[in-house]
Nanobody, 121 residues
Framework: QVQLVESGGGLVQAGGSLRLSCVAFGSIFSINDMGWYRQAPGKQRELVAGLSSGGSRNYADSVKGRFTISRDNAKNTVYLQMSSLRPEDTAVYYC???????????????WGQGTQVTVSS
């Protein structure tokens, strides 16, 4: 069993910053791609930022230059540093990871429970 636990969401004024964290717990052999998604009310879930095990990053056009994704492999943790936040960044943010688990080395996608980010104007 694997769990992804997010933290760091909250209420911030426009122009402010937040840092989200997501830790993977459980019978983990390895973690491949990790990423952050978000879902605003009435909208589909969308990719915000992704980071491969090899270090390749990709960002949604709307967050380029403002958000930075990083990971600490020793801690099974992925971060999302968000700066210059805008009201349109308001959403529930979800962590996602492709994880190979012990003891059978199964590869599966896992999701966190989500953390609310609210940006006031």
């Amino acid at each position: 069993q694997v769990q992804l636990v997010e933290s760091g969401g909250g209420l911030v004024q426009a122009g402010g910053s937040l840092r989200l964290s997501c830790v993977a717990f459980g019978s983990i052999f390895s973690i491949n791609d990790m990423g952050w998604y978000r879902q605003a009310p009435g909208k589909q879930r969308e990719l915000v930022a992704g980071l491969s095990s090899g270090g390749s990053r990709n960002y949604a056009d709307s967050v380029k230059g403002r958000f930075t994704i990083s990971r600490d492999n020793a801690k099974n943790t992925v971060y999302l540093q968000m700066s210059s936040l805008r009201p349109e960044d308001t959403a529930v943010y979800y962590c996602n990871a492709e994880i190979v688990t012990r003891p059978f080395f199964r590869r599966q996608d896992y999701w966190g429970q989500g953390t609310q980010v609210t940006v006031s104007s």
